[in-house]
C-alpha cells in the first residue's frame, strides 16, 4: 500500500512565522502535490512537483513556496503566515495515470 | 471548461436505506474518473477508478458505475461506519495529474 505521511496532524503558528509543513511518501512515486482544503471551496491546487528539483505553480501558489531535494519529499513552506492560510492542508503523490494518494492531512491555524 | 459536480452536497439516511450518490462531469475526453472517502480530519482515501462508460466497481456496500455523463455511487444497505464525505474527480485524456479536477464532495450521514 502507498504510504503518505505528513509530519503534522495539528499546527498553530502566529502571524508571521514561517511555517515549515513536510510530507514524505515511500512508493518511489515522481509526481508529489499540495493541496488546500477549505469548506465549500474543496480542494485546491498549491504546488505541484514531477520530478526532484522541479516545481510547478499551481491555482493558488501565493504566499508559498515549495522544496523537493529528494524523490521521497516534498515539502511546502510559508515563508510568512497569515490568518488567511487556516486551512486543512493535503499532501499527495502519484505515478502518471494512476490515482493520487494522500496523506492524512495537517490541520494549520495561524492566530 | 472541464468541470465536476456532485449532487446532493449532502445526504442522511437510516441505515439499511439504500441510496445513489451523483457525480456530473464535462470533460473533453475522459481518461478517467475517480472515487474518494473522506472521514472528518483526515485526508481522502481512494476507492475507485473508471475509465470507460459502462465500466463497474464495487467494494463491499459500495458500487460505482460510470456512463458519458456522469458517474453514480450506489450505497447498499449502508451502516453507520460508511458516513463520511465522497469525493469525485475526473481526468482529461491527455492531460496531467496536476489536472485532476475535484467535485465538492457529498456529506453522507447514515443514522443507526
Known amino acids: 500500500d502507498v504510504k503518505v505521511t505528513q509530519s503534522s496532524r495539528y499546527l498553530v503558528k502566529r502571524t508571521g512565522e514561517k511555517v515549515f509543513l513536510e510530507c514524505v511518501q515511500d512508493?518511489?512515486?515522481?509526481?508529489m502535490f499540495w493541496y488546500r482544503q477549505d469548506p465549500g471551496l474543496g480542494l485546491r491546487l498549491i504546488y505541484f512537483?514531477?520530478?526532484?528539483?522541479?516545481?510547478e505553480k499551481g491555482d493558488i501558489p501565493e504566499g508559498y513556496s515549495v522544496s523537493r531535494e529528494k524523490k521521497e519529499r516534498f515539502s511546502l513552506i510559508l515563508e510568512s503566515a497569515s490568518t488567511n492560510q487556516t486551512s486543512m492542508y493535503l499532501c499527495?503523490?502519484?505515478?502518471?495515470?494512476?490515482?493520487?494518494?494522500f496523506g492524512n492531512g495537517t490541520r494549520l491555524t495561524v492566530t | 471548461e472541464d468541470q465536476v459536480t456532485q449532487s446532493p452536497e449532502a445526504l442522511r439516511l437510516q441505515e439499511g436505506e439504500s441510496s445513489s450518490l451523483n457525480c456530473s462531469y464535462t470533460?473533453?475526453?475522459?481518461?478517467?474518473l475517480f472515487w474518494y472517502r473522506q472521514d472528518p480530519g483526515k485526508g481522502p482515501e481512494f476507492l475507485f477508478t473508471?475509465?470507460?462508460a459502462g465500466e463497474e466497481k464495487e467494494k463491499e456496500r459500495l458500487k460505482a458505475t460510470l456512463t458519458k455523463k456522469e458517474s453514480f455511487l450506489h450505497i447498499t444497505a449502508p451502516k453507520p461506519e460508511d458516513s463520511a464525505t465522497y469525493l469525485c474527480?475526473?481526468?482529461?485524456?491527455?492531460?496531467?495529474?496536476?489536472?485532476?479536477?475535484f467535485g465538492k464532495g457529498t456529506r453522507l450521514h447514515i443514522l443507526p
Open positions: 512508493m518511489d512515486h515522481e509526481n
Open positions: 470533460v473533453s475526453g475522459l481518461r478517467g
Open positions: 499527495a503523490s502519484s505515478l502518471d495515470g494512476s490515482p493520487l494518494h
Open positions: 474527480a475526473v481526468q482529461a485524456i491527455g492531460s496531467r495529474d496536476d489536472k485532476i479536477i
Open positions: 473508471l475509465y470507460s
Open positions: 512537483s514531477y520530478d526532484v528539483k522541479m516545481k
